[in-house]
């Protein structure tokens, strides 16, 4: 097909601002015409309307800019908002005009450093290079690298970790990261970072945690760097389903030096462990659930171990809508039990896969839905979620309770289409 | 800024002579893409095509998406075709003959707009001849629309360019007396607005609305109007050039709020198109009157600060002084056409408030925290204006009425605005 009805895929461009935007005290300097930045702008809102994120600024080219150059403006701008709102910290982001135009804000930047107060940091990727998933962990690579503090000795006290990879369009972040929070606090673990909501102040010295948790593939970069400059150690995943989060935890602890698992970490456990066939209201005619999934790589696969693994569903089909940035995901995912895997699929091949595994329940983003309009049920559990607020933060798809959450979930939504049938 | 540097409204002849509050713009007007990728769901049987970088498309499209739902939802009907590299070196306009030749297969469009954006036009991508190469083999009526954002912000290109190119789909129609379109009166409920209702009921025959539910067979009957009442000054284009093609005089009756200017454009529309206005019009002014009035009552003495508004600003202001507001500071992008009259009949009665341009939304709240409105009107960021405790009347809800309806939703929005607890009110003093 020469064209889409489909949102593409987000941008590296885009996948930097929602790297910056989590991180309060960011001056975000966007160079290229006033509609990209104004455009972002509006999308932060979409993203989140209860949050704040920080001023973003447009060095507005115009036709001659386009021809003659805007590095002009962009050092003006620089300049401007070094003098007026004294951030510690600026950002030079190339839109995909100023990225044609041949602007390099990596050169800028450099020259521009001695004359201000501000940290600089360029991104010269402008939107037409990759996804966003590649801006996202470029951007926390570089904060890792440019801002966080060098090696410093752990406090004394309660272990501390930095969730690394959730970033400001990340889906429910809110509340799994609160979930994570709070199951770590069980081990007596503090959080001192998390990439998706933070300061300036306390990204710089993220690099005194005892350890990095890496929920995203994309917080991958950040936490190599960490570890060659502060030698912080990481581990990657994500806790989801009672098992798996019961090993997470164990991993934690190990590397922490805790005891796995505590009379309140087991409570807790027992406390919101839900089977989904005791509340199933699926009575089908013998034939098993089929259930799809369509996510980013560390959600998709959290989620087909819970239905999979924890409550023995059949997952037919499991998206990635974009190439994980870790390897091995597609076997990862036939491991955790889905029977089809499809990454980075174009619309036509998609839409084919869902009415071929022809699910009772699709798990995924508003496109996904609307691609599959023949399927009953329908979770949000990825953006674009145009359709479905996920601010709130305790309806977590992650840990004890996230367990606890999917199901309600499921359960609701198909009452709610049992009723409209 | 320090407000103490505004110049007043009586030293400023243009926009372009009000000072730019904020150097670094913040975040930036909005390009043509939005304006563009926000109207073309108002037509029926249309399809728009979206050409440009990913995050054009991805951020039109998302912001259209939400739009769509609801029971009153917009029509989504846009398409997209993303540009990667290899289009920015190779040329994209094969691709895109393919995509139009897709879209009417597809999906049968009357109208198919090609809206070009930024990187298109800054690497000669020529619409004209994708519409050269594929019109003959497609049942769609191809309109090339410019939308770069590096020469279109902030002057309702967008939308101006988008309509303008219905032209193309436009033949010469034997005319017919007492027949009119009205152009720029943006929003599907344009069709059911108060305008249009009582030139029907005085005998006139309204053959097209635009933008508003707009459909290709009525866009076809648009040339046989006698003439064009020109709402919104994004039909600006489509009138003028329709003047030039048909020959279709064009009014420009604009958006007016106050009741007396309502009455007067509803006379001048009847002249001009020979129809004797019904009674009912003074009963729909003793309406506007009595919504005024309880908003006068309300918010009598409250101080405002004015941003672009349906109509033009400063014809916004001249309505809030009206009710009993005092106009601390106009911020002033532009200067609609109605505007140069609304800023004599403000001089006139003294009224010379402080005017600027508005670039930063973080410059410009503040000035709005030094200045401490009780009330904006005007485009902005809502969430600034709660952070501010300033109550916010947004235009938008009203662009698809005219009338003395609309001077009844504008006084409800103040009334509603006086009722509210804004922080700024608690501390309110008068500046300077």
Known sequence: MALTTLLPQPPDYLGTLWALAGVRGVRVICHGTSGC?????????????????????????????????GDAHL??????????????????????????TGADPHALARQLQPQVRARLLAFSGGGMRGLYTQGAAEALAALAREW?????????????????????????????????????????VRVRVITSDTDLESLGAAGAAHLNLVLRDVGLPAAQVLEQRCGTPYLYGAPFGAEGTREWLSRVAERLGLEGSSPQVEADARRYHTRFATVSPWHGDGRPLRIAVAAPYDYALGL???????????????????????????????????AQVLIEPPEAELAAAFQGAAPHILLGSAEDSRLAPGVPVHIRVARPSFDCAAFHDGTPFMGHRGLRWLAQSLVNAMYAARFRL | MDPVLLPRLSAVQA??????????????????LFEAALTGPLFADACTLLIGAPA??????????????GPAGLKDNLLLVPMDQADTVFGVEDRLVEAVLE??????????????????????????????????????????????????????????????????????????????????????AGVESELVRLLRRWGAEVLCVVPAETAFAQVQQAPAAALNLLAGEMGLDLAQEMERRFGTPYLHVGQPLHPEQVAQTYAAVAAAL??????????????????????????????????????????????????????AIIFLNRLTLQDRTAREALLARGIDPLVAQSRSSLDTAAVLAALRPQVYAGHGDPSAMARLGIAHIHPDPARALWGFEATRWAAAMVEHAACQPPLARKGARAWP
């Open chain 2, 103 to 188: 879209a009417d297969r597809r999906f049968r469009p009357r109208m198919l707009f090609l809206v070009g954006t930024c990187i298109p036009e800054m690497v000669g991508a020529d619409l004209e001849a994708v519409v050269h190469m594929a019109q003959a083999q497609v049942q769609a009526r191809l309109l090339p629309v410019r939308t770069d954002g590096f020469s279109g912000k902030h002057q309702l290109l967008g939308h101006r360019r988008l309509l303008a190119a219905l032209a193309r789909a436009m033949e010469p129609r034997p005319v017919r007396p007492r027949s009119v379109n009205i152009l720029g009166l943006r929003g599907n």
């Open chain 2, 274 to 327: 020979g129809l004797a206005p019904g009674a009912e019009l003074e009963a729909l002014a003793a309406e506007a009157g009595e919504a005024m009035q309880a908003a006068r009552r309300a918010a009598e003495g409250l101080r405002c600060a004015v941003g672009t508004f349906m109509g033009g600003a400063l014809g916004a202001a001249r309505f809030l002084v009206d009710l009993g507001l005092e106009p």
């Open chain 1, 304 to 338: 087909t171990r819970v239905l999979a693994e924890d409550w023995h569903l059949h997952v037919a089909l499991a998206v990635l809508p974009v190439a994980p940035l870790a390897p091995g995901a597609e076997a990862a995912l036939r491991g955790a039990g889905a």
């Open chain 1, 37 to 69: 930045t104004f455009y972002d702008f509006v999308g932060f809102r979409d993203v989140d309307p209860t949050r704040w994120p920080g001023p973003v600024f447009t060095t507005g080219l115009d036709e001659s800019d386009i021809v003659t150059g």
């Open chain 1, 148 to 188: 966080v503090e060098g090696p410093s000795d752990a406090p004394a006290g309660a272990p501390t970790v930095n969730l690394i990879g959730p970033t400001y369009e990340t889906f429910n972040a809110a509340s799994d990261t609160a979930e994570v929070q709070r199951l770590l606090a069980l081990l007596g």
């Open chain 2, 56 to 69: 054009c498309l991805y951020h039109a499209r998302m912001t259209l998406l939400p739009r769509t739902l």
């Open chain 2, 15 to 32: 926009a372009e002579q009000a000072p730019v509050v904020g150097c670094v713009e913040s975040p930036g007007a909005h390009c043509g």
């Open chain 1, 75 to 100: 050092a003006e701008a620089v300049m401007e908002v070094d003098r007026r709102h004294r951030p510690g910290l600026i950002a030079l982001v190339n839109t995909s005009v100023a990225a044609l």
